[in-house]
């Protein structure tokens, strides 16, 4: 949506707020929401809990890639590993896609709601503001506000899913997020340009 609105130029700065803090937030406070609240057995314990942290897949990945950014990695590993990442959104999607559900039950409309309004509406809202209040401006503020208002993440929406945080909530935050996007990013750009 980024390069589709802002042209090919704005997508390094969409890569680094994804990689800086969309990813970084899931990798860091979200593993420990799953360790928290995620489908486990017994009582929480604070070693319990930094153990699935350090142990979360996103967490380690990350901190590997902070070590080993000098590296230079030969040709057939970059290609596989980009051959590999390009399968983690279908994947994703499919693992959402198996929850959702056409049919929600009340309590879940009004859940679906207000997470939906938080996320694209709320949430954008929220950073244009503080960006007005210090004084920011230019593509790189007007790319971070339009990365406020994009639907909720795939990859967390699978994630809770396989933690069993309420499937089918997060299923359609994901679903419906990404269908109301395409009415609510258009409005949100020409509201920034």
Do not use: C, H
């Amino acid at each position: 949506m980024v390069k589709a609105f802002f042209g090919d130029n704005a997508v390094p700065y969409a890569l680094l707020y994804d990689q800086l803090g969309s990813f970084l937030a899931l990798a860091t406070y979200g593993s420990l929401i799953l360790a928290l609240y995620g489908a486990g057995e017994g009582k929480t314990t604070i070693k319990g809990v930094l153990k699935k942290v350090i142990s979360f897949p996103p967490f380690v990945a990350l901190v590997l890639a902070f070590a080993f950014k000098t590296v230079s990695y030969p040709t057939v590993v970059v290609t596989l590993l980009k051959l590999l990442a390009a399968t983690l959104v279908p994947i994703a999607m499919i693992a959402v896609g198996f929850q959702f559900r056409l049919q929600l039950s009340r309590d879940v409309i009004s859940q679906l709601s207000t997470g939906l309004s938080i996320k694209l509406i709320a949430a954008p809202l929220v950073a244009f503001l503080l960006t007005k209040l210090v004084g920011l401006e230019g593509k790189v503020v007007q790319v971070a506000i339009f990365e406020a208002g994009m639907p909720p993440m795939v990859s967390a929406g699978a994630l809770a899913i396989l933690a069993n945080l309420a499937p089918t909530l997060t299923a359609a935050l994901v679903g419906i997020g990404i269908i109301l996007s395409f009415a609510t990013l258009p409005v949100l750009y020409q509201f920034l340009t």
